[in-house]
Every structure is written in C-alpha cells, then in structure tokens.
C-alpha cells in the first residue's frame, strides 16, 4: 500500500470540509488545519471541484464545502480522484495482469489484495472519520495487534 502525499492530502482536506459541513471553509483554513501547502491545496480542491465532490462560492460567506452529506462519501470516492485506480500493477488493474508459468496464479493475489483493500476504503465514510468511529470490518482490522506493525517488525516484549 502506498499513499501519495496528494491523496493524504485530499483525503484530510475533505474530512476538514466534512467537520465543517454544511459550513465552508477556505483554502486557507484548511491548509493551515492540516499542515498542507495553500498552492498545493488550491490544486487538490479543483480536483474534487472538477469530481462534483468539493463546491466553492466567492465571496464574504464563501469558500469550499463539501458537495454531499459526508456519510455518502467513502475514503476510496476521494482517493479515485487523485489516483484513478485503487490498485495498479504497472500501471494495469490487478485483473488485466498476465504472468507466465510458475507466476501465473500471483494475479489472482493482486486482485485479492485490491480487494481487501477497497473494502475498508469503500466502507469507511467522511463521516465515519470525523466521528472518529469506524465501520465494524474495519473497527476489528484495527484491532489486530500485528495492524500496528510494519510486516517483519517483531512483537513488542513486556
């Protein structure tokens, strides 16, 4: 798994956008919230502007809010915009893959990888995030005490 620093960013201006909803905030409240650079932001917020998800109006009460009610829209809706694909293998999705031989079965593997992966992104909502309650599925995968570990990291000795 492996999160460009443009969707984190994408994905922490919207849940600032769903915190504030039906409000709206500036490219400047939010930048400054989460640490984003302002010109960066303006970039990402034109994208999910372009992607109906993000709306704007000038002015004294303006600013961006969000285009729908935060608990219609899932963590994987803001991701697609700025990456396309949840999963790619070279730029193909997990199910185009074709390997030779004894590699054959490893895009069956991709494509459960992917899987497993867009279920939590799908499942967990803006909502979900500023409740900072997550969806059961995802809840338990939290849980799992090896989640917290990068993969060949040992277990914490008492």
Known sequence: MRITARVDYAVRAAVELAAAA?????????????GIPSRFLQSILGD???????TSQRGREGGYRLALPPAEVSIARVMRVEQGFLAEVHGQRPEDVEYAGAAAPLASVWVAAREAY?????????????????????????????????FGEPAARD
């Open 22 to 34: 039906p409000g709206a905030l500036t490219c400047d409240r939010i930048a400054a919230a989460q």
């Open 48 to 54: 999910l502007q372009h992607a109906r998800l993000v």
């Open 118 to 150: 867009r279920r939590v992104l799908e499942e967990v909502t803006l909502a979900d995030v500023v409740a900072g309650e997550l969806p059961p599925h995802a809840a338990e995968l939290v849980a799992v005490e090896s989640a917290w570990r990068s």
